[in-house]
């Protein structure tokens, strides 16, 4: 068959069942839907004048997500990046320090690691979670480290291997003990990018709550948003006393002076996000229902062809689905931005993965593995429409 006769069979595939499925004209890829007690929050934030970085809703938001991960600590921030860079901070890691980082992420996965002048370490992902292969990154380290005053070496590069920064891709869990196991053997604190998988649960137990650091997003395009907004947790006090000084400006408690003990940061979240955060968290159950019920919808409807597969969640996982992804098959990789160029014309915004960080410019000398399956993956996924208003409204 013709390469144009393919490549609109596929977008057609496409648009006719998404269009006819779902009746609409316009398919945003995840936008945000208030239906609780948001307005009610946010007015009572104006009349209390409590709409800056101290107010109960800032507490009342870190203590649900407490209650709703089972993480000991929680901390909000003003967003997802900000929380990583605190993370990396409070983990003490160095200037010219590595940190392992899969290069199939958002940017914001790796921005941080060089805003402390540390070097990010590109390691691959596997493609049953889209996460960190976790057989492929202790062999990788086996061959390349050791360890030297209980510290992980680079052997190659002489330079310290602090940290592994684990995301959880489109909300699906990586396979997080297992890298647990081998962050503690090789001596690396472990930093989960959770940014994208509030509701999200790897043997029951929520992401984000498994390493030294979690991370999650409360941005506007995620499963639940407090306009902006981002969340620290850690079960490890020490670590939380640090992240909460550092957030603060690192203002040493007094009765009037202004003291600072060392550099510090204006990230707190303000009463007004929280407020919005803690009205989106008190209906999670019902957004993470209809998002499953979106996966089941495509599912069913492009069960009879052989251009791509619908992905689905790994194994011992319960994923939130933030952002529905379908793979297309190696014949058809050819087609990706064609078929996303016209799509996103006919008013199905898809997208596709972000370009591995790895191939960005300013990365190129970054040190990495063999990147297979990144460079790979980068070819197959579209992201389909995912917000929950395609069913709730
Ligand atoms: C994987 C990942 N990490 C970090 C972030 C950063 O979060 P934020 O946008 O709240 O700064 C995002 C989302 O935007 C993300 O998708």
Redesign the pocket.
């Known amino acids: 068959m013709k390469k144009k006769n393919i490549e609109n069979l596929i977008i057609k595939e496409i648009e006719i069942k998404i269009k006819n499925f779902f009746r609409k004209k316009i398919f945003n890829l995840h936008e945000p839907l208030f239906f609780g007690n948001e307005t009610k929050y946010l007015n009572e934030c104006i009349k209390s004048s409590y709409v800056s970085s101290v107010g109960n809703y800032v507490n009342k938001f870190e203590k649900k997500i407490s209650n709703y991960t089972k993480s000991k600590y929680s901390l909000s921030v003003i967003?997802?990046?900000s929380a990583?860079h605190l993370t990396l901070l409070a983990a003490k890691i160095n200037k010219n320090d590595e940190v392992l980082v899969q290069s199939l992420?958002?940017v914001?996965?790796v921005n941080p690691i060089l805003y402390c002048g540390a070097i990010p370490h590109f390691v691959d992902v596997e493609n049953d979670t889209l996460g960190i292969d976790p057989t492929k990154l202790e062999k990788y380290l086996e061959y390349i480290s050791i360890k030297k005053n209980n510290k992980c070496i680079n052997k190659i590069t002489k330079r310290k291997i602090s940290a592994l920064v684990v995301?959880h891709t489109f909300g699906h869990p990586s396979k997080i003990i297992q890298l647990k196991k081998i962050c503690r053997k090789f001596n690396i604190i472990l930093i989960e990018?959770a940014?994208?998988a509030i509701g999200s649960f790897y043997k029951n137990k929520h992401v984000g709550t498994f390493g030294d650091f979690g991370v999650l997003?409360f941005?506007g395009n995620k499963t639940i948003t407090s306009g902006?907004g981002?969340m620290i947790l850690t079960n490890n006090y020490k670590f939380y006393k640090k992240i909460k000084h550092l957030s603060t400006q690192s203002r040493v408690k007094h009765k009037f002076e202004f003291i600072h003990d060392e550099i510090g940061y204006n990230y707190r979240l303000s009463n007004i996000n929280a407020a919005v955060g803690c009205a989106q968290l008190e209906y999670i159950n019902k957004i993470l229902r209809s998002k499953r019920q979106i996966f089941k919808i495509y599912k069913a409807l492009f069960s009879n062809q052989n251009f791509f597969t619908v992905f689905k969640e790994p194994i011992y996982s319960k994923s939130n689905y933030w952002l529905q992804t379908i793979l297309l098959n190696d014949e058809y990789v050819e087609y990706k931005n064609v078929i996303i160029s016209k799509l996103n014309d006919s008013g199905i915004k898809v997208r596709p993965v972000w370009k591995p960080i790895h191939l960005l410019k300013h990365f190129k000398k970054s040190p990495k593995m063999n990147l297979y399956n990144t460079n790979l993956l980068y070819k197959k996924i579209i992201n389909l429409p995912s917000s929950y208003s395609l069913i709730l409204n």
């Open positions: 967003n997802g990046t990583l992420t958002f914001a996965s995301m990018d940014a994208e997003s941005n902006c981002g």
